[in-house]
């Protein structure tokens, strides 16, 4: 069964399982989630945060389909953001819902909704492996993201 975002609306009622963190000359991401599942869904979130001005005014008229292998968990989370990050940059292709399914530390399947913004808020270079580990803690997993931008 897929695990599905939640609706725009209710962002502002529930945690939104990211915050956006200073870092020299780069930005960073602390996610968290209840399991992987939920930290790349929240990654990704946030990093659209990053990105785009108004992710509301984002159509939802184009659907992709992928699938990534990683050889550890910090690995597809680098994977992950880098593939969304890809489409913002070659195409300002920003996806704004997502199916994700067989998620395990390794393999991930998704199916990502979403559309054409006509500008950017930030152009992410790379997204990178400084100083991340995905941590498990009482409440789930969190990980910190360095973004090159």
């Not at 270079?125 to 993201?145: P, Q, S």
Request: glycine share 4%.
């Amino acid at each position: 069964m897929p695990t599905k975002s939640l609706p725009e609306s209710f962002h502002t009622f529930y945690d939104p399982g990211f915050e956006e963190m200073e870092h020299t000359a780069d930005c960073a991401l602390h996610v968290w989630g209840q399991n992987l599942n939920e930290l790349l869904l929240n990654a990704a979130r946030g990093m659209n945060s990053l990105i785009a001005f108004d992710l509301s005014s984002i159509p939802d008229n184009i659907e992709k389909h992928f699938e990534l292998a990683a050889i550890d968990a910090e690995s597809l989370l680098v994977e992950w953001l880098s593939e969304l990050a890809y489409w913002a940059e070659t195409q300002m292709l920003i996806f704004r819902r997502f199916d994700l399914y067989n998620v395990t530390p390794t393999h991930l399947q998704a199916v990502m909704h979403g559309g054409h913004a006509s500008r950017l808020k930030r152009h992410i270079k790379a997204v990178t492996y400084h100083n991340l580990k995905i941590v498990e803690t009482k409440k789930g997993v969190e990980a910190t993201v360095v973004l090159d931008v």
